[in-house]
């Protein structure tokens, strides 16, 4: 049986398992999956480095020839 807790953001309870520990307004918080994508933008997550943001990639960039 599923450990259910509550979402930080939505306050939703959720299987613990499908709650993301993500960084939120500088603190960490546990939210679900649905908050996970319609707070993307608020959101940091500690484990991967944002791609979307400054590296730009050389590489990609070339062969889209
Ligand atoms: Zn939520």
Known sequence: ???LAPCDNCGRH???YRLAGV???GGV???C???VSSEK???ETPYAPRTDNGAIQP???REVW
């Open 59 to 61: 590489s990609t960039s």
């Open 1 to 3: 049986m599923a450990v």
């Open 29 to 31: 918080a546990r939210l």
């Open 33 to 35: 999956p649905r908050c």
């Open 14 to 16: 959720t299987p613990i």
């Open 23 to 25: 960084i939120l307004d």
């Open 41 to 43: 933008e608020r959101i």
